[in-house]
């Protein structure tokens, strides 16, 4: 049977009998991300509010490229670019984008390179990483919001991973991205030049770096590990895809975990980057370091009536992330922690192109009150609000969310994301 055939079977399954399928079928490499997704169920699997569609925009920096959009029926409206997360989707921005699109905007979600359905990166392990490289996931948001034909978008949202995509579109370009809302992650800025040293200034210290962290972090007793070496380690993808307790309820259990619904979650700034600090966050950030990502969140599986009432995500919409994810598998999605994050030579001779530059359009930070996401680089938060962002108008804290506040609170953060373009524009 051709992999095309065989998706078309699939579409006609039960949900549950296709997510089984797709998982055997996530090993496939970079073939499954160039097959034709129309032989695939529609995406959200029926959850995605009215006035909500999905298609898939080609020629986009070597890419087709699916996104989510809102308010497309009228011409001419200005744009939002909303970047995910991980392990996210452009599914994740689903509650906000009526309300955003209700207010006279043309909103844009994608899938990102290396998730979801968008097609033409290569999800090998060893495949070249440098198309998830920062400049050129700039290069993905610009092209995208040009096929769509807008020469500029009033504002660029960015969501853990997405934050520093938006970060250095706002930065490199703000002829385009004309205001930005970070969320969960703070952006310290670009790497530092070494200034003077000719002239006998000291070179700088040099950060620690996630290797040495983690040297430190597995002398604690229990020994830890930074999650971030783990994400860029090539068991990763198979310890999550593969999870013994089933994709499901690993994402059931990873998303209740960095909620504001696990009451074990009570951030607060941490002093510095030492294992002895770092050891304060919860084990999803600063896992044990015998355990993958499947082991460490198995625990933490929330009861039966939990789960039977949580409203803000549905078992129908645990399905949408565990299906897409089952059929990619995570490979692609961590291309980026290769990359883009941590010490990687080439990534920061890249950014240090831009060392003094600052982002100087409208910014705002928004994060739940609950998330430690907000504190994990210890200083990231006072780099951001007193040198990286020279126009930072508003820093939100939401009661009643974690990690994931778009979706925990997505009215309250819809009315956020509303109120800074309003002022704005005032």
Same mark, same amino acid.
């Given at each position: ?90 599914? &994740? ?85 004309? &205001? ?11 790497? &530092? ?111 039966? &009536? ?121």
């Amino acid at each position: 049977m051709t992999e095309q055939a065989t998706f078309a079977t699939i579409a006609n399954l039960s949900r549950r009998a296709f997510l089984a399928a797709a998982v055997k079928l996530g090993t496939l490499g970079a073939a499954v991300v160039q097959t034709d997704f129309s032989a695939l169920p529609p995406y959200g699997n029926g959850t995605i509010p009215a006035g909500i569609r999905s298609r898939q925009i080609a020629n986009v920096n070597g890419m087709t490229v699916h996104i989510l959009e809102a308010g497309y029926e009228t011409p001419g409206r200005p744009a939002i670019l909303l970047l995910h997360g991980f392990p996210e989707l452009a599914y &994740s921005w689903r509650k906000v984008m009526p309300s955003l699109a209700a207010a006279g905007y043309h909103v844009i979600a994608p899938d990102q390179r290396g998730y979801g359905r968008t097609i033409g990166w290569d999800d090998g392990y060893d495949a070249d990483a440098d198309p998830f490289r920062i400049l050129n996931m700039t290069r993905d948001a610009v092209g995208l919001v040009y096929a769509l034909g807008h020469r500029s978008v009033a504002m660029v949202v960015g969501h853990d991973a997405g934050a520093p995509v938006a970060s250095w579109c706002a930065l490199i370009r703000p002829d385009i991205f004309r &205001s930005i809302t970070i969320m969960s992650s703070p952006f310290e800025g670009p790497p &530092s030049v070494p200034f003077n040293t000719a002239n006998g200034a000291r070179l700088p210290r040099p950060a620690i770096t996630d290797d040495e962290l983690d040297a430190e972090l597995a002398k604690l007793n229990p020994p830890r590990k930074y999650y971030q070496n783990y994400q860029r380690t090539r068991g990763a993808n198979d310890d999550m895809l593969h999870a013994p307790q089933g994709l499901h309820a690993f994402f059931r259990a990873y998303y209740f975990y960095k909620s504001a619904d696990y009451k074990g979650n009570n951030p607060h700034p941490l002093k510095a980057r030492t294992a002895e600090e770092m050891a304060q966050i919860p084990t999803y950030y600063v896992m044990e370091k015998d355990k993958g990502m499947a082991a460490t969140v198995a625990p933490f599986m929330p009861p039966p &009536s939990y789960i039977a009432n949580c409203k803000w995500l549905t078992e129908l919409e645990v399905d949408v992330y565990a299906t897409e994810y089952g059929r990619t598998g995570f490979t692609g999605a961590l291309q980026g922690y290769r990359v883009r994050r941590g010490s990687d030579p080439r990534s920061l001779a890249e950014m240090r192109t831009f060392s003094g530059r600052t982002i100087d359009v409208p910014a705002q930070f928004i994060a739940g009150k609950s998330d430690w996401g907000v504190y994990q680089t210890p200083g990231a938060v006072d780099k951001m609000r007193e040198s990286a962002c020279t126009k930072m108008v508003g820093f939100h804290l939401l009661d009643g969310a974690g990690h994931w506040v778009q979706q925990e609170q997505a009215e309250a953060v819809s009315a956020l994301l509303l109120q800074f373009l309003r002022a704005r524009s005032a």
